[in-house]
């Protein structure tokens, strides 16, 4: 399997390293920065005593005190809006949605709000929160436990966007984003919390603790916001994706029997335009893969700039591999979610001149 | 199965008054000044129940003050808010015409509700953070912001603080305590929460105040904005300025008129007072009186201030068009400036010809400012750079931003 276990430039050099599935990456990641830092406030529905639903913040109230890590009202649009005014005051909150399908309450707060706090005060006031969610499909949650709104998140100025594929990058990824002083959309692919969902539903599923990335660093250490991970090298396309469907891309790979340079986002903005100019000049081809519905998701964003950038390189029609334009259906969930066949099609489908 | 002996209907709530009607105040419900008692600031909200649904009020018609919630200003305070307030009023006709001189695209006076932004900011003080909707100039002027940045703000000029980016009147002065000011009504509520959460979770003294209109109080927001109030007792005072009309809707479009706007605060477990927004000296006493509660620790108090908007809602509207023209002049609660005149009048500190004085002397600052920032340009005159566009979007500007400055040239 694919080694991801790059050094990272800065892993702090004391504490070891501990297997950690990814909600216990992320778990670390929020003890590590709350330690070290008392502006750093952890709250959202259930996450406060119980530790939220996927335990995500588990005992960071036990450990940093009620006031550090609370439980709130069911009300997305209040507790974003708090944090927005916490972060004019000088904190670092970090909140929790407890499904990304519940965002859109508060959906105005992040991009009238937070997004452009910034500009709109000429540097005044900034809103440096972190809004963390658990989002996309995979876990039969039906139209409002299985979104993926990206998208909407990457066409607002003033927004970055974040979205691990694994343990290590989780943690250093949230960590980063804690210290940002940006507004950051902090998406978990709830699928590969518990295990690195390869991509074929009717398999088994591995252990995080099989895979390098499992070992993640017990202390301090940042994953740099913007830059993509190749995940693995290839010569023949480049697919581009992130969260869940990087481990899709893999298996769709491997199934095609296609030599696939995957390139793992990690960040949606700001993106790491560079390390995809160069794949795709390589390969001459590329096909997107993401799972949120095809039409104006970010693979159309994706297929643009690689159009206007390797439009002479490129062998083939760029291809989309994508969720379908429905809402997120319950008991059709596999044939909706976008797996290692439909990957493998879209791979032979650009190798052989696009032909659809 | 039961039937109805009449069809249902639908009731959609009217005003008292539309164009060519004469005004009619009649179904208000007007304390006298000094009839309500003071709680102390420790009351519990359900012992203050009344103060949700009536009126404080302190000055009376002839200009006297009365009763438990006077606040026992001194003459110099009196003067300096009636002095803030005349400003105030001067700034607001001298931009009112520069918007029909064409030299911006918009602006938004505060006509007839200087007391509640003037006497407020005067009391908090600039360390405190107010989170202002688009009527609270006052607060500024009251705290000596320079004249000359909120018109550069008005013009969008090469020297507008926020750098062109903002509808005019939408100013940011985070070292005045003013927050800056968003288009989406209500937003600024909940975060005003926020802010006083963080203040108070830092151990700090700090506290917040913000303003919301009546019509907004109908937002999710100012709901969301009660409940954390409540549940974290944030030190927080939340105003709801019921200045009767949300552009051409009436106070009761936004449920005024089943209750009060300060009863709204009761299903939270907030004390409510309702007060006469043109009275500065029952301003004054209620948002003292929610200062010091919030300042020991005893959370959140809304207040509605009663009031009336005279001007139009902006530039772009026409009031004549849906409310008796002469509405204005017969508000019963009076002007807020004629009021603390008279008061100051009664005290024998102040004087007829002061009052021209003053007035006179705040054209003449106002038209120094109006001439100074003038000079540097008015609305699409004169501009900050267009680099300045791409900038502050993140942090750090990233590649997209980059190439497509370049693409403009900059």
Redesign the interface.
Known sequence: MVDQTEAPASVAAEGGVQPMNMIQALNSALHVKMAEDPNV?SFGEDAGYFGGVFRVTDQLQQKHGL?RSFD??I?E???V??????G????R?VVEIQFADYIY?AY??IV??AAK??????????SPIVVRSPYGGGIFGGQTHSQSPESLFTHI??L?VVIPSNPYDAKGLLTASIE???PVIFLEPKRLYNGPFDGWHQKPVSPWKAQPSAQVPTGKYTVPI?EAAVVREGSDVTILCYGTMVWVSLAGAEHAGVDAEVIDLRTL???D?ATIEASVKKTGRCVIVHEAPKTSGYGAELSALVQERCFYHLEAPIGRVAGWDTPYPHAFEWEYFPGPERVAAALKAVMTGGAR | MTRNTQPLSLRVPEPSGRPGDAPDFSHLKLDAAGALDRPAIDARPVQMLDLAFRLIRVLDDEGNALGAWNPRLDAETLKKGLKAMILTRAFDDRMHRAHRQGKTSFYMKCTGEEAIAVAQGMILSREDMGFPTYRQQGLLIARGYPLVDMMNQIYSNASDPIKGRQLPIMYSAKDYGFFTISGNLGTQVPQAVGWAMASAYKGDDKIAIAWIGDGATAEGDFHNALTFASVYRAPVILNVVNNQWAISSFQGIAGGMETTFASKAIGYGLPALRVDGNDFLAVWAATQWAEERARSNQGATVIELFTYRGAPHSTSDDPSRYRPGDEHEKWPLGDPIARLKQHLIALGEWSEEQQAEAEAEAVAQVRAAGKESEAIGTLGQSRPSVKTMFEEVYATEDWRLTEQRREVGV
């Open positions: 406030l006031t709130t009202p009300s649009c209040g507790l809006a708090a944090a927005i005014g916490m004019a005051y000088g904190l909150p309450p105005d707060q009238s709000e706090m910034r500009y709109r005060s000429g540097g005044q006031f900034t100025a003033g970055k940002d002083g940006d913007g903005v700001p993106l335009i």
